[in-house]
């Protein structure tokens, strides 16, 4: 299987160099309802369905807690901008904005505190943004 696949590529795709094809079928239940969803991935490792698994779920980790704080700490899913390019430079803005107040340091707190505290000192704001 893995060579027919291979054939239907370019040779010359960046994609036509991989060693494993893997299939996870994600199962949710939301309101009594029941959805399966299947996702097929092209992956460099060998035979190693582990490493495949674990793989797929830190990554999905990192996605939701990545959504979770924009969520609780930044309210995107509040926001009612949706004119035009502003959701998506909006959102470009968002994700920095959790970048710098991930990397600052020296204030122990969440996302949300240090947002208020930026939002009320000028000098903590001004060091945050010198991350940048």
Not at 38 to 66: K, P
């Amino acid at each position: 299987m893995l060579s027919q696949i291979q054939s239907l590529l370019n040779p010359d795709s960046v994609w036509s160099n991989f060693n494993s094809v893997g299939m996870v079928e994600s199962v949710r239940l939301l309101d009594g309802k029941t959805t399966v969803e299947t996702r097929y991935f092209i992956s460099s490792l060998e035979d190693n369905a582990e490493q495949f698994g674990n793989s797929i779920r830190s990554h999905w980790g990192v996605e939701n807690s990545l959504h979770w704080v924009l969520d609780v700490a930044l309210r995107e899913d509040d926001c009612r901008i949706r004119k035009d390019n502003a959701p998506q430079n909006f959102a470009i803005l968002r994700h920095i904005a959790v970048n710098l107040l991930t990397q600052e340091k020296r204030v122990k707190r969440g996302i949300k505190n240090k947002q208020f505290l930026a939002a009320m000192d000028n000098k903590y704001l001004l060091s945050i943004l010198a991350l940048a």
